[in-house]
């Protein structure tokens, strides 16, 4: 362990009196809250030059670097709360990205339909297309092509066409019928190509750049995939009829084009890779965990041709098509070089002999590293956090339980590292979204920071989450604060049999619906948690209809009648009107700016919780949204947080530990 990490690693520590004590530490949120020097990394198809997102307090650049010496040579921005949410390098010196926004931390990125492009060394920095491709003065070196005003997606950065790439664009009207263009890169000039035959379209196109298939659904919300066999066909509804509503996704085509693959859901069980006769229109399984969905598509470098695909179940894994290709032996070689943590090739030079290789752990953020393919040398090239050292963070245990009704439940402990079997004191730990987001394997900074406390975590994919199968996630319909809540307290009392939790000391704390799955549980399990805390939080549900802006379109009113339910069934399971059901104390977090789960909720919580007497503390910013952006703020929020859970579930001395070096850093 070198100095700096030793230095750093007894900062975080300070107050432990002897590993694996069943107690809180006292420790500086800051090293965890840090963000990463840097984010996703890509190499130019030459290999002379590195693509990085480099993610600031309120935003995100695209930055490129020299190979040589990882000097900066560009940098783009396009001001607060903008991200770059990804980028494509469309020839040796030419790099595309595509904008998005985000209001609060716990925000998904909401792509702006902003398309921007810069050369490697910085010049001819172009807003090609978007809302602010007619505006006059951006504020920085970027100039604004004039064009009609549309959002406009990547479909296919066109690898065999040094010019050009092919872009979805929209109207900014609701559920809009979408339009497939040819776009110079230069000059941000457009030609139709074809339009979509459904509303809210994806575009995917076959090896030579053809655009043969589009998913896309109404209103209603029902799932199709068209399919046409040349650029003047017509499109074909090629979705498949019956029970179960089976949804289909391309994801490639066999080097003739003559076959399709497909992700696709199953009847039962796990996601499967299907390939598509598109000639018979038979369908076979090429690939399928028995577990998991596929999370990531490995293809035959240079093109569209799947040859594998990446799962994250206990652990990330790999799975090929075929063994014997080259690209199942180069990652069987890579994880046996990086035994015991996860590995994977983000990008590959155009010669196919640079690879760019990400490797991480449930205790390590991540490190990158060049590969030679014909030396088959690995060279570090950066490394993520590198201020917390993975020797002291917790391991993630896999854990599979059965909930109540015998449906299975996977999910993850991770325990404070070097401590002792026994009881510790929990936070439990139910993730946002709810559906088709889970938690996975991996690093945690929050899980990490809870751990270095002291606390075992506990997290589980209740029925809704992702990765499991459509079957599992759609038993999350209609199920907020009934049997997703259920398989929470199953969890619970589980870690409880198993020895892992103290069953004094157990607290649930969530963001967005694991904020309300938080106060849910205090008010339908009174005696089996000491404590809650809900940020940025939905607690009356049926307010969910009229405020916030997923019932803005029509297709999201659609969304919250079919998954959360009509106004008139939702007052029952509202934290809001269950306040005299709790008598753990609360803790609240919400900003006033938040769209997603307006402050009202929270406030709303507030006043029922103290007309119950209930103790509740609270923590509102005006100027926040879904998370606190604010470096001081998200300090102060998680100062507040550590010493609310030591005074519920933790020791007294650390508490007061705490509010004392919270005083004196500000």
Same mark, same amino acid.
């Given at each position: 362990?070198?100095?700096?990490?030793?230095?750093?690693?007894? #900062?975080?520590? *300070?107050?432990?009196?002897?590993?694996?004590?069943?107690?809180?530490?006292?420790?500086?949120?800051?090293? %965890?809250?840090?963000?990463?020097?840097?984010?996703?990394?890509?190499?130019?198809?030459?290999?002379?030059? $590195?693509?990085?997102?480099?993610?600031?307090?309120?935003?995100?650049?695209?930055?490129?670097?020299?190979?040589?010496?990882?000097?900066?040579?560009?940098?783009?921005?396009?001001?607060?709360?903008?991200?770059?949410?990804?980028?494509?390098?469309?020839?040796?010196?030419?790099?595309?990205?595509?904008?998005?926004?985000? %209001? =609060?931390?716990?925000?998904?990125?909401?792509?702006?339909?902003?398309?921007?492009?810069?050369?490697?060394?910085?010049? @001819? /920095?172009?807003?090609?297309?978007?809302?602010?491709?007619?505006?006059?003065?951006?504020?920085?070196?970027?100039?604004?092509?004039?064009?009609?005003?549309?959002?406009?997606?990547?479909?296919? #950065?066109?690898?065999?066409?040094?010019?050009?790439?092919?872009?979805?664009?929209?109207? %900014?009207?609701?559920?809009?019928?979408?339009?497939?263009?040819?776009?110079?890169?230069?000059?941000?000039?457009?030609?139709?190509?074809?339009?979509?035959?459904?509303?809210?379209?994806? %575009?995917?196109?076959?090896?030579?750049?053809?655009?043969?298939?589009?998913?896309?659904?109404?209103?209603?919300?029902?799932?199709?995939?068209?399919?046409?066999?040349?650029?003047?066909?017509?499109?074909?509804?090629?979705?498949?009829?019956?029970?179960?509503?089976?949804?289909?996704?391309?994801?490639?085509?066999?080097?003739?084009?003559?076959?399709?693959?497909?992700? #696709?859901?199953?009847?039962?069980?796990?996601?499967?890779?299907?390939?598509?006769?598109?000639?018979?229109?038979?369908?076979?399984? *090429?690939?399928?965990?028995?577990?998991?969905?596929?999370?990531?598509?490995?293809?035959?470098?240079?093109?569209?041709?799947?040859?594998?695909?990446?799962?994250?179940?206990?652990?990330?894994?790999?799975?090929?098509?075929?063994?014997?290709?080259?690209?199942?032996?180069?990652?069987?070689?890579?994880?046996?070089?990086? /035994? =015991?943590?996860?590995?994977?090739?983000?990008? @590959?030079?155009?010669?196919?002999?640079?690879?760019?290789?990400? *490797?991480? #752990?449930?205790?390590?953020? =991540?490190?990158?590293?060049?590969?030679?393919?014909?030396?088959?040398?690995?060279?570090?090239?950066?490394?993520?956090?590198?201020?917390?050292?993975?020797?002291?963070?917790?391991?993630?245990?896999?854990?599979?339980?059965?909930?109540?009704?015998?449906?299975?439940?996977?999910?993850?402990?991770?325990?404070?590292?070097? /401590?002792?079997?026994?009881?510790?004191?929990?936070?439990?730990?139910?993730?946002?979204?709810?559906?088709?987001? $889970?938690?996975?394997?991996?690093?945690?900074?929050?899980?990490?920071?809870?751990?270095?406390?002291?606390?075992?975590?506990?997290?589980?994919?209740?029925?809704?989450?992702?990765?499991?199968?459509?079957?599992?996630?759609?038993?999350?319909?209609?199920?907020?604060? @009934?049997?997703?809540?259920?398989?929470?307290?199953?969890?619970?009392?589980?870690?409880?049999?198993?020895?892992?939790?103290?069953?004094?000391?157990?607290?649930?704390?969530?963001?967005?619906?694991?904020?309300?799955?938080?106060?849910? =549980?205090?008010?339908?399990?009174?005696?089996?948690?000491?404590?809650?805390?809900?940020?940025?939080?939905?607690?009356?549900?049926?307010?969910?209809?009229?405020?916030?802006?997923?019932?803005?379109?029509?297709?999201?009113?659609?969304?919250?009648?079919?998954?959360?339910?009509?106004?008139?069934?939702?007052?029952?399971?509202?934290?809001?009107?269950?306040? /005299?059901?709790?008598?753990?104390?609360?803790?609240?977090?919400?900003?006033?700016?938040?769209?997603?789960?307006?402050?009202?909720?929270?406030?709303?919580?507030?006043?029922?919780?103290?007309?119950?007497?209930?103790?509740?503390?609270?923590?509102?910013?005006?100027?926040?949204?879904?998370?606190?952006?604010?470096?001081?703020?998200?300090?102060?929020?998680?100062?507040?947080?550590?010493?609310?859970?030591?005074?519920?579930?933790?020791?007294?001395?650390?508490?007061?530990?705490?509010?004392?070096?919270?005083?004196?850093?500000?």
């Amino acid at each position: 362990m070198n100095f700096l990490r030793s230095t750093l690693a007894l #900062s975080l520590v *300070v107050g432990l009196l002897s590993a694996g004590a069943p107690r809180a530490a006292v420790i500086d949120p800051t090293p %965890f809250l840090k963000p990463d020097t840097f984010q996703t990394f890509k190499v130019s198809p030459s290999g002379d030059y $590195f693509a990085a997102t480099v993610p600031l307090e309120d935003r995100t650049l695209l930055v490129v670097l020299n190979a040589k010496d990882q000097s900066v040579t560009a940098k783009i921005s396009l001001g607060q709360a903008t991200h770059v949410d990804d980028f494509w390098w469309v020839n040796d010196e030419r790099v595309v990205a595509s904008i998005a926004e985000r %209001f =609060g931390q716990r925000d998904l990125p909401r792509p702006t339909g902003e398309l921007m492009a810069i050369d490697a060394d910085g010049s @001819r /920095a172009e807003l090609l297309v978007g809302f602010r491709a007619q505006a006059v003065g951006l504020g920085s070196r970027i100039s604004a092509k004039k064009g009609d005003r549309v959002a406009a997606f990547m479909v296919d #950065s066109l690898s065999q066409d040094e010019r050009t790439i092919l872009i979805s664009t929209q109207p %900014f009207i609701d559920d809009p019928f979408r339009k497939v263009e040819r776009m110079d890169v230069y000059s941000g000039r457009r030609k139709t190509v074809g339009i979509a035959p459904i509303r809210n379209a994806t %575009f995917f196109t076959d090896n030579s750049g053809a655009v043969r298939f589009v998913t896309g659904y109404n209103k209603d919300r029902i799932d199709h995939l068209y399919h046409r066999a040349d650029d003047d066909a017509e499109w074909v509804d090629i979705t498949t009829k019956g029970d179960g509503a089976v949804i289909e996704t391309p994801i490639g085509f066999s080097a003739d084009n003559r076959l399709a693959y497909l992700q #696709s859901t199953q009847a039962e069980g796990p996601d499967a890779i299907v390939e598509l006769d598109l000639a018979t229109s038979k369908r076979r399984i *090429v690939l399928r965990d028995p577990t998991t969905d596929p999370q990531g598509i490995i293809y035959r470098t240079g093109t569209r041709i799947p040859v594998g695909a990446s799962f994250v179940g206990s652990r990330f894994h790999t799975r090929f098509i075929d063994d014997s290709v080259p690209e199942a032996k180069l990652n069987r070689s890579l994880e046996a070089a990086f /035994a =015991g943590q996860a590995v994977a090739i983000t990008s @590959r030079s155009a010669d196919d002999r640079l690879a760019l290789v990400q *490797v991480w #752990s449930d205790r390590s953020p =991540g490190d990158y590293y060049t590969f030679d393919t014909k030396t088959m040398q690995a060279a570090h090239f950066v490394t993520s956090r590198s201020w917390l050292d993975p020797e002291l963070m917790g391991a993630s245990e896999a854990i599979q339980l059965g909930a109540r009704d015998g449906t299975p439940l996977h999910g993850y402990v991770t325990r404070p590292h070097a /401590a002792t079997p026994g009881q510790l004191p929990m936070v439990v730990m139910p993730h946002g979204g709810p559906f088709d987001v $889970f938690d996975s394997w991996g690093f945690d900074p929050e899980v990490q920071m809870l751990a270095a406390a002291g606390y075992a975590v506990l997290q589980v994919n209740f029925r809704g989450s992702g990765n499991y199968g459509k079957t599992f996630g759609d038993a999350g319909k209609l199920q907020w604060g @009934r049997a997703m809540q259920d398989d929470l307290t199953d969890a619970t009392k589980w870690a409880i049999e198993q020895g892992i939790a103290d069953p004094k000391r157990i607290c649930l704390h969530g963001a967005s619906y694991g904020g309300y799955a938080s106060l849910m =549980g205090v008010a339908r399990e009174p005696t089996l948690y000491q404590c809650a805390s809900g940020y940025v939080g939905v607690y009356d549900l049926a307010k969910m209809h009229t405020r916030g802006d997923v019932q803005e379109s029509a297709s999201g009113e659609t969304y919250l009648s079919e998954w959360i339910g009509e106004p008139e069934s939702l007052p029952e399971v509202s934290p809001t009107n269950l306040a /005299a059901n709790i008598k753990a104390p609360v803790f609240l977090a919400a900003g006033g700016e938040d769209r997603r789960a307006p402050i009202a909720h929270s406030k709303k919580m507030e006043a029922a919780l103290r007309a119950a007497g209930v103790p509740v503390e609270t923590l509102y910013y005006d100027n926040e949204g879904h998370g606190f952006y604010l470096e001081d703020h998200r300090l102060t929020y998680y100062k507040q947080l550590l010493a609310f859970l030591d005074r519920h579930i933790g020791q007294p001395s650390t508490a007061a530990a705490i509010a004392s070096n919270s005083e004196s850093s500000q």
